[in-house]
């Protein structure tokens, strides 16, 4: 996904989890427990049935295989 900024829906995956990685910029993850903001190279994990929202905070470049 590339964007210069971007906030998605509160969601959740009951099957499967989430890896976000951060190849430009940064990304913000929130959830109901903790938010995180990554940067180049970082990367973060959303469980199945974690409740969780995706948001990009500047421009840049982020991965989320199988998202």
Not at 10 to 18: A, D, F, I, L, P
Not at 29 to 51: I, Q, R
């Amino acid at each position: 996904m590339q964007a210069e900024s971007f906030q998605g829906p509160m969601h959740v995956h009951s099957r499967e989890s989430e890896t976000f990685y951060v190849l430009e910029g940064t990304l913000s993850v929130h959830t109901a427990d903790v938010s995180v903001v990554l940067g180049p190279g970082d990367s973060f994990t959303t469980l199945d049935d974690m409740v969780h929202q995706p948001a990009a905070d500047s421009i840049g470049r982020a991965s989320a295989p199988g998202g």
